[in-house]
């Protein structure tokens, strides 16, 4: 059985930086694609960034030069990390797998 467990989100202030941690079980871990998604309040969940079982990344628009994904395989842990955050980064931040497979999602607010 698969599980992704999220952590490292908080309240912070604009231009903070936050590291979020996913730990993968149940699973091969260094053969699966990892992704990074969030959903602010009242808006549809959105993809934030991803990376291949080969270390390739890749981000949206509104998080590249901000936000960088990566992977410890030995850990089974992908990270996020997010340097000066913005108010409109706030939202649930939520790991997925290849499968199909989703965390619980991290709760982050950048607020002055």
């Known amino acids: 059985q698969v599980q992704l467990v999220e952590s490292g989100g908080g309240l912070v202030q604009p231009g903070w930086s936050l590291r979020l941690s996913c730990v993968s079980s149940g699973s091969i871990f260094s053969i699966k694609g990892m992704g990074w998604f969030r959903q602010a309040p009242g808006k549809e969940r959105e993809w934030v960034a991803g990376i291949t079982t080969d270390g390739l990344t890749s981000y949206a628009d509104s998080v590249k030069g901000r936000f960088t994904i990566s992977r410890d395989n030995a850990k089974n842990t992908v990270y996020l990390q997010m340097n000066m955050l913005k108010p409109e980064d706030t939202a649930v931040y939520y790991c997925?797998?290849?499968?199909?497979?989703w965390g619980q999602g991290t709760q982050v607010t950048v607020s002055s």
């Open positions: 997925k797998q290849t499968g199909g497979y």
